[in-house]
């Protein structure tokens, strides 16, 4: 097995479970022994990993990676030491970043449910192609991810966070639009989109949105 | 060793063996007994710049992992202290050993002692031992690595600061005739000394790295790109200098160098540190062991190895492997390796397999209808998980645990008595899965799983939680931590268990039969030393005849006359009844995977389907034709391989010629080709012998770039230096020119270069022009790769698994690679390397099947949407979409990387034994603790 087998769904998985940060340690870049090089598979997951958290209020810093060599110990526990002191510092996970808890476990649990999106999106859109560590660098310094992201990404979830919260009961734009922390007119647009798709509908009798297509 | 009688095929070796004062068996390499001992003393592993203990592990990867007891010891000494016997639980400690004098019996040696690194104390004038802060690269390597005197950090011995100016000096003690220096060129120093800057910039790249050097020598695969890259960092300096230390600072201890430039003239530079790239020099004692093994060495020291096979000593059944051949890198130790186990193998072929015995294990248990049974086993390693981690009060934790229907505590889990202790608790108390909190599964795992399949259960019911290393070891301070930490582990590896589901590996038949592709001298000897091991082999030339390169050539720098050994190489190919030949042969197709690979080759209109269970490629690389130089415009310029030819015929031009000049890197070290071809430098200096051989009063210049006749050819460099060849050195922005002149009624090539260092421009009137044009890789190497899913590097040659590891092998099971299709190469090294290659196969094929893991990817038919992102994530072509559309996953080519699970959209695809669920168990258990 290889870092590379890292999901994205674990991470996150930890995040919901209480974790406050996630460490990911793998092979030095270029010096596999195999002809795999999946440790830059685990370096795209944590670049797009911590641009999400970012979106969600979180301290990117959250999630860390090092490669580092089998004969690296001294190395593996500096660098453990200094990640753990990190997320010591940057305190419980949500609270200290001032985010209401439920909005957090909406956030995640959204993301969660559409991991198997983030892997087509992982695969194909966040690629730099070339295993080396100096196209990865470029790669994630230009803007290019948070564009990925804006595209193809933020529909998607607040779409999922929708559906997560009229799991629990059906809401207002105004309570929906609170909820995400979103301005209600952003909120009924990405309501309208999602109505379009027939993911949820509108209640008239309730004045509300609930889950599910109109009959 | 004391002596060795006997002859080839049965000797006896009688062998000394020295007391370790620690039983074997017994020494599970804990190390509580170093942290106890008293006496400290320098290490010799770390240079003696760091301390270590009387009794300790040799280094942290000795195999085996466990202590020794040295003459330091006080109780060697004075019978005094004893304090290790004390402490050790395993009891492992005998004061009561001593010397033994033991015979072994065997039909071949290998001899392998490596080298000793060059000591520059012989040279006073380098101030080693005398600066503080001069030290040899050794010294630096240890300083660099992580389990070196200061755990990684780059200290000066002096004040332990660190340095920010370091200065290297080349070629101390090589390439220099002269007492207390050896002649030869070490042949690995320039590109170590490369990888310690690349790695001091690692460690922090505000160091300024100077490297003061005669010739750059990157002459190996990838050496040369490696090379420019260490070049362009910031803060490195190349300078092309003679140097030599001055004098030391009495108060900061910084050491000054005296060199000088073509600018700038002689100046004086002060450095912080100054590392000494020793050279290689034969083993310690060699005499001695040349003797005791009856064995001839050459004027260096080294041993005196046959031209047509260096892995051959003047003893029959003697062989030798690695840097005491000469001068040796890696790559080419590892192959030499492959090639003296080879040379055994085909000695020895009669006796394979003799001594070996089947193991059997009982009928495995069918646990499909059987509620979850958990055991956990948590191992005390006597004091070193014991003492810290609080081992009984993990059991009562472990035994609330979910499922976990047995737990207890062991001395040593790892112990022979502990091991059957598992297997009856298995038994009797009908447990289904296993789990072993103790050290590492790395060491341990094979062992524990032999331990289930003992009991009648499916070995990947084993689970290992690592208390020690990453419990135990690292928490020594902190130990009330350490208890819930290793609780933690433990309950992740029993979440874990619980969702563990029993793997079969499965024994793929073997088709005992070799293809060789390519009836060059690497194919022909790699295709006799299979067959001289009993198997068939298929060696198959697109050309009508065999012989490849090799047939242009006449003689070596070692002495071997070429076209005899071709000759006599092709004559027994022939005669070998289990080598089949097919000249005239094109491969059109290939498939299958190891053990049991079909190739389609089309033999002069006829097409046959070749059954093989190993593939080697051997197909050569091409000689580069020169478009500069007036090559091919003019009969008088031609290249070495040429020129080679022509001598050899007595071609008039050459016995008559006043003057030829040659010109060295054309074709390679260039945009078009960035690699260094490795050969052509010490076959300049070949043709220049010979020709000043048959024609003494002909002026013969070389013009060059950087001299690569590295090893013990340098000494070749010199004689031709001696004998009057004119060595000229020119830079790639002023390359020589060449033009067709008539002076004086004489029609001549003049050449014109820039010397670099005189700065003025030499004319030279030859009548022979010849181009060390490049060995370039064949341009059908693509589709040979393509056909046989093998890689291709950059340059455009094949590509080896592992460039240390495995230098003959691909990273496709079952076919590996010698000679110049890998990389350009000598003829003994192509030798070397295709015996290496035989040796691989064979013991491929030596055996009726291979297994194939239980650890593999598998495909859920329902989920798959076909859409092969799974086929594009896997390396080694284990995924394909069948018939239906859907992936399929060939579990013989799989790694079990798992990099095909995180592509997939729909979770269709999963690794066993590395599951989403046993993972997402293990992260709830781990979160579960609070």
């Given at each position: 097995?290889?870092t590379?087998?890292?999901?994205?769904?674990?991470?996150?998985?930890?995040?919901?479970?209480?974790?406050?940060?996630?460490?990911?340690?793998?092979?030095?870049l270029?010096?596999?022994?195999?002809?795999?090089?999946?440790?830059?598979?685990?370096?795209?997951?944590?670049?797009?990993?911590?641009?999400?958290?970012?979106?969600?209020?979180?301290d990117?810093?959250?999630?860390?990676?090092?490669?580092?060599?089998?004969?690296?110990?001294?190395r593996?526990a500096e660098?453990?030491?200094?990640?753990?002191?990190?997320?010591?510092?940057?305190?419980?996970?949500?609270?200290?970043?001032?985010?209401?808890?439920?909005?957090?476990?909406?956030?995640?649990?959204?993301?969660?449910?559409?991991?198997?999106?983030?892997?087509?999106i992982?695969?194909?859109?966040?690629?730099?192609?070339?295993?080396?560590?100096?196209?990865?660098?470029?790669?994630?310094?230009?803007?290019?991810?948070?564009?990925?992201?804006?595209?193809?990404?933020?529909?998607?979830?607040?779409?999922?966070?929708?559906?997560?919260?009229?799991?629990?009961?059906?809401?207002?734009?105004?309570?929906?639009?609170?909820?995400?922390?979103?301005?209600?007119?952003?909120?009924?647009?990405?309501?309208?989109?999602?109505?379009?798709?027939?993911?949820?509908?509108?209640?008239?009798?309730?004045?509300?949105?609930a889950?599910?297509?109109?009959? | 060793?004391?002596?060795?009688r006997?002859?080839?095929?049965?000797?006896?070796?009688?062998?000394?063996?020295?007391?370790?004062?620690?039983?074997?068996?017994?020494?599970?390499?804990?190390?509580?007994?170093?942290?106890?001992?008293?006496?400290?003393?320098?290490?010799?592993?770390?240079?003696?710049?760091?301390?270590?203990?009387?009794?300790?592990?040799?280094?942290?990867?000795?195999?085996?992992?466990?202590?020794?007891?040295?003459?330091?010891?006080?109780?060697l000494?004075e019978?005094?202290?004893?304090?290790?016997?004390?402490?050790?639980?395993?009891?492992a400690?005998?004061?009561?050993?001593?010397?033994?004098?033991?015979?072994?019996?065997?039909?071949?040696?290998?001899?392998?002692?490596?080298?000793?690194?060059?000591?520059?104390?012989?040279?006073?004038?380098?101030?080693y031992?005398?600066?503080?802060?001069?030290?040899?690269?050794?010294?630096?390597?240890?300083?660099?690595?992580?389990?070196g005197?200061?755990?990684?950090?780059?200290?000066?011995?002096?004040?332990?600061?660190h340095?920010?100016?370091?200065?290297?000096?080349?070629?101390?003690?090589?390439r220099?005739?002269?007492?207390?220096?050896?002649?030869?060129?070490?042949?690995?120093?320039?590109?170590?000394?490369?990888?310690?800057?690349?790695l001091?910039?690692?460690?922090?790249?505000?160091?300024?790295?100077?490297?003061?050097?005669n010739?750059?020598?990157?002459?190996?695969?990838?050496?040369?790109?490696?090379?420019?890259?260490?070049?362009?960092?910031?803060?490195?300096?190349?300078?092309?200098?003679?140097?030599?230390?001055?004098?030391?600072?009495p108060?900061?201890?910084?050491?000054?160098?005296?060199?000088?430039?073509?600018?700038?003239?002689?100046?004086e530079?002060?450095?912080?540190?100054?590392v000494?790239?020793?050279?290689?020099?034969?083993?310690?004692?060699?005499?001695?062991?040349?003797?005791?093994?009856?064995?001839?060495?050459?004027?260096?020291?080294?041993?005196?190895?046959?031209?047509s096979?260096?892995?051959?000593?003047s003893?029959?059944?003697?062989?030798?492997?690695?840097?005491?051949?000469?001068?040796?890198?890696?790559?080419?130790?590892?192959?030499?390796?492959?090639?003296?186990?080879?040379q055994?193998?085909?000695?020895l072929d009669?006796?394979?397999?003799?001594?070996?015995?089947e193991?059997?294990?009982?009928l495995?248990r069918?646990?499909?209808?059987?509620?979850l049974?958990?055991?956990?086993?948590?191992?005390?390693?006597?004091?070193?998980i014991?003492?810290?981690?609080?081992?009984?009060?993990?059991?009562?934790?472990?035994?609330?645990?979910?499922?976990?229907?047995?737990?207890?505590?062991q001395?040593?889990?790892?112990?022979?008595?502990?091991?059957?202790?598992?297997?009856?608790?298995?038994?009797?108390?009908?447990?289904?899965?296993?789990?072993?909190?103790?050290?590492?599964?790395?060491?341990l795992?094979?062992?524990?799983?032999?331990?289930?399949?003992?009991?009648?259960?499916?070995?990947?019911?084993?689970e290992?939680?690592?208390?020690?290393?990453?419990?135990?070891?690292?928490?020594?301070k902190?130990?009330?931590?350490a208890?819930?930490?290793?609780?933690?582990?433990?309950?992740m590896?029993?979440a874990?268990?619980?969702?563990?589901?029993?793997?079969?590996?499965?024994?793929?038949?073997?088709t005992?039969?070799?293809l060789?592709?390519?009836?060059?001298?690497?194919?022909?000897?790699?295709?006799?030393?299979?067959?001289e091991?009993?198997?068939?082999?298929?060696?198959?030339?697109?050309?009508?005849?065999?012989?490849?390169?090799?047939?242009?050539?006449?003689?070596?720098?070692?002495?071997?006359?070429?076209?005899?050994?071709?000759?006599d190489?092709?004559?027994?190919?022939?005669?070998?009844?289990?080598?089949?030949?097919?000249?005239?042969?094109?491969?059109t197709?290939?498939?299958?995977?190891?053990?049991?690979?079909?190739?389609?080759?089309?033999?002069?209109?006829?097409?046959?389907?070749?059954?093989?269970?190993?593939?080697?490629?051997?197909?050569?690389?091409?000689?580069?034709?020169?478009?500069?130089?007036?090559?091919?415009?003019?009969?008088?310029?031609?290249?070495?391989?040429?020129?080679?030819?022509?001598?050899?015929?007595?071609?008039?031009?050459?016995?008559?010629?006043?003057?030829?000049a040659?010109?060295?890197?054309?074709?390679c070290?260039?945009?078009?080709?960035?690699?260094?071809?490795?050969?052509?430098?010490?076959?300049?200096?070949?043709?220049?012998?010979?020709?000043?051989?048959?024609?003494?009063?002909?002026?013969?210049?070389?013009?060059?770039?950087?001299?690569?006749?590295?090893?013990?050819?340098?000494?070749?460099?010199?004689?031709?230096?001696?004998?009057?060849?004119?060595?000229?050195r020119?830079?790639?922005?002023?390359?020589?020119?060449?033009?067709?002149?008539?002076?004086?009624?004489?029609?001549v090539l003049?050449?014109?270069?820039?010397?670099?260092?005189?700065?003025k421009?030499?004319a030279?009137?030859?009548?022979?022009?010849?181009?060390a044009?490049?060995?370039?890789?064949?341009?059908?190497?693509?589709?040979v790769?393509?056909?046989?899913?093998?890689?291709?590097?950059?340059?455009g040659?094949?590509?080896?698994?592992?460039?240390?590891?495995?230098?003959?092998d691909?990273?496709?099971?079952?076919?590996?690679?010698?000679?110049?299709?890998?990389?350009?190469?000598?003829?003994?090294?192509?030798?070397?390397q295709?015996?290496?290659?035989?040796?691989?196969?064979?013991?491929?094929?030596s055996h009726?099947?291979?297994?194939?893991?239980?650890?593999?990817?598998?495909?859920?038919?329902?989920?798959?949407?076909?859409?092969?992102?799974?086929?594009?994530?896997?390396?080694y072509?284990?995924?394909e979409?069948?018939?239906?559309?859907?992936?399929?996953?060939?579990?013989?080519?799989?790694?079990?990387?798992?990099?095909?699970?995180?592509?997939?959209?729909?979770?269709?695809?999963?690794?066993?034994?590395?599951?989403d669920?046993?993972?997402?168990?293990?992260?709830?258990?781990?979160?579960?603790?609070?």
């Amino acid at each position: 097995m290889c870092t590379g087998r890292v999901d994205l769904g674990f991470v996150l998985r930890a995040f919901s479970k209480g974790a406050d940060g996630v460490f990911i340690v793998g092979c030095r870049l270029g010096e596999c022994n195999y002809t795999t090089h999946g440790n830059f598979h685990a370096l795209r997951l944590t670049h797009l990993c911590k641009r999400l958290l970012e979106r969600l209020g979180l301290d990117p810093r959250r999630v860390g990676i090092e490669f580092l060599s089998s004969g690296e110990g001294a190395r593996f526990a500096e660098a453990t030491d200094a990640f753990t002191a990190q997320v010591r510092e940057l305190g419980p996970l949500g609270r200290s970043e001032g985010i209401d808890p439920d909005r957090l476990r909406n956030g995640l649990d959204a993301l969660e449910s559409i991991v198997p999106y983030l892997r087509m999106i992982l695969a194909e859109k966040l690629n730099p192609g070339l295993p080396s560590p100096e196209a990865y660098d470029a790669f994630f310094a230009s803007g290019d991810v948070d564009r990925v992201i804006d595209e193809a990404v933020v529909e998607k979830w607040i779409m999922a966070r929708v559906a997560l919260l009229l799991r629990a009961s059906p809401l207002a734009t105004a309570e929906i639009a609170e909820r995400l922390g979103l301005s209600p007119s952003e909120a009924s647009r990405y309501l309208a989109a999602a109505v379009a798709r027939g993911v949820i509908r509108y209640d008239l009798s309730q004045k509300r949105y609930a889950l599910g297509s109109v009959e | 060793m004391e002596n060795v009688r006997g002859e080839a095929g049965n000797f006896r070796v009688v062998l000394k063996k020295k007391p370790r004062y620690v039983i074997e068996d017994k020494c599970t390499g804990c190390t509580v007994c170093v942290e106890y001992c008293p006496v400290q003393y320098p290490d010799p592993f770390n240079q003696e710049i760091s301390l270590n203990k009387a009794i300790h592990v040799y280094f942290s990867q000795a195999v085996p992992l466990i202590t020794y007891i040295d003459e330091s010891c006080l109780y060697l000494k004075e019978k005094k202290c004893g304090i290790c016997s004390a402490v050790c639980k395993a009891g492992a400690i005998d004061f009561t050993q001593s010397e033994e004098t033991l015979e072994v019996r065997v039909g071949a040696v290998i001899l392998s002692p490596g080298f000793e690194p060059y000591d520059p104390k012989l040279l006073r004038e380098y101030r080693y031992g005398e600066f503080a802060n001069v030290v040899t690269s050794m010294d630096y390597e240890r300083l660099m690595s992580a389990t070196g005197p200061f755990q990684g950090q780059i200290l000066r011995r002096s004040d332990l600061k660190h340095p920010r100016r370091v200065a290297w000096l080349q070629c101390v003690g090589s390439r220099q005739v002269r007492e207390g220096a050896n002649s030869y060129c070490s042949a690995v120093c320039c590109t170590y000394t490369q990888k310690q800057v690349l790695l001091t910039k690692e460690h922090d790249d505000g160091v300024e790295c100077t490297v003061f050097h005669n010739d750059i020598r990157a002459y190996g695969k990838d050496f040369e790109t490696y090379f420019q890259r260490a070049e362009a960092l910031p803060g490195v300096r190349f300078i092309r200098s003679y140097a030599s230390i001055v004098r030391e600072d009495p108060e900061t201890k910084n050491v000054t160098v005296r060199y000088s430039t073509p600018d700038e003239g002689v100046k004086e530079e002060e450095f912080d540190l100054v590392v000494l790239s020793v050279g290689l020099t034969p083993p310690a004692d060699v005499e001695r062991l040349a003797e005791t093994f009856g064995v001839d060495l050459n004027d260096h020291g080294f041993v005196q190895a046959s031209p047509s096979n260096p892995v051959e000593t003047s003893r029959p059944g003697v062989f030798v492997s690695g840097a005491f051949q000469g001068p040796t890198d890696i790559p080419e130790s590892v192959f030499s390796a492959s090639a003296a186990g080879s040379q055994c193998g085909r000695l020895l072929d009669r006796r394979r397999g003799k001594l070996a015995t089947e193991r059997r294990y009982p009928l495995e248990r069918d646990t499909s209808a059987e509620e979850l049974r958990i055991g956990v086993f948590v191992c005390h390693c006597g004091a070193n998980i014991g003492r810290i981690v609080n081992v009984p009060s993990v059991v009562e934790e472990v035994r609330k645990l979910p499922h976990v229907v047995f737990a207890d505590e062991q001395l040593f889990s790892c112990a022979t008595n502990s091991a059957q202790d598992i297997t009856k608790v298995i038994q009797e108390q009908r447990l289904n899965r296993v789990v072993v909190a103790a050290c590492s599964p790395r060491t341990l795992e094979p062992l524990f799983r032999d331990t289930l399949k003992e009991a009648g259960l499916n070995q990947y019911y084993l689970e290992m939680a690592n208390i020690r290393e990453h419990c135990s070891w690292v928490h020594a301070k902190e130990k009330d931590r350490a208890t819930p930490k290793a609780l933690d582990l433990v309950r992740m590896a029993v979440a874990r268990a619980a969702r563990l589901e029993p793997l079969q590996e499965f024994d793929l038949s073997v088709t005992k039969a070799a293809l060789v592709v390519g009836g060059g001298v690497a194919g022909m000897t790699a295709a006799l030393h299979i067959a001289e091991q009993g198997h068939p082999v298929y060696l198959v030339e697109r050309e009508r005849e065999l012989g490849g390169t090799a047939r242009r050539l006449q003689h070596t720098l070692e002495g071997l006359d070429v076209q005899a050994f071709v000759r006599d190489l092709v004559w027994k190919v022939y005669r070998h009844p289990l080598v089949h030949v097919l000249t005239g042969a094109k491969v059109t197709d290939a498939w299958g995977y190891v053990g049991n690979f079909v190739t389609r080759v089309e033999v002069r209109g006829r097409v046959r389907d070749l059954h093989h269970g190993a593939t080697v490629i051997a197909t050569g690389a091409a000689e580069h034709r020169p478009t500069e130089y007036l090559y091919g415009q003019d009969e008088r310029v031609m290249t070495h391989l040429e020129l080679e030819e022509a001598l050899a015929r007595d071609d008039e031009r050459l016995l008559g010629a006043g003057s030829v000049a040659m010109i060295q890197c054309v074709g390679c070290r260039n945009d078009d080709r960035n690699y260094c071809a490795r050969v052509c430098c010490s076959h300049a200096v070949k043709n220049a012998l010979k020709l000043k051989e048959v024609n003494p009063a002909a002026d013969v210049y070389v013009l060059f770039r950087d001299m690569r006749t590295y090893g013990l050819r340098e000494d070749a460099y010199r004689e031709a230096s001696g004998k009057g060849v004119t060595f000229i050195r020119y830079v790639p922005e002023a390359r020589p020119e060449v033009s067709a002149v008539e002076e004086g009624g004489r029609k001549v090539l003049r050449v014109r270069v820039t010397d670099p260092i005189l700065g003025k421009e030499l004319a030279i009137d030859a009548d022979v022009v010849s181009l060390a044009a490049a060995a370039v890789p064949h341009e059908d190497n693509p589709q040979v790769a393509q056909m046989f899913q093998v890689a291709l590097g950059p340059d455009g040659f094949f590509k080896e698994a592992h460039v240390k590891l495995r230098p003959v092998d691909f990273a496709t099971d079952g076919v590996y690679l010698c000679g110049a299709a890998q990389y350009p190469k000598h003829l003994a090294e192509t030798i070397s390397q295709a015996q290496g290659a035989a040796g691989r196969v064979v013991a491929l094929l030596s055996h009726d099947t291979v297994v194939a893991s239980g650890a593999v990817c598998v495909v859920d038919e329902e989920k798959c949407v076909s859409c092969g992102q799974c086929v594009a994530a896997c390396s080694y072509g284990a995924v394909e979409l069948g018939a239906n559309g859907r992936a399929e996953v060939n579990p013989v080519l799989c790694k079990g990387d798992g990099l095909c699970n995180v592509v997939c959209p729909t979770g269709a695809i999963s690794l066993k034994h590395f599951t989403d669920e046993e993972f997402e168990g293990q992260i709830d258990a781990a979160l579960a603790g609070g």
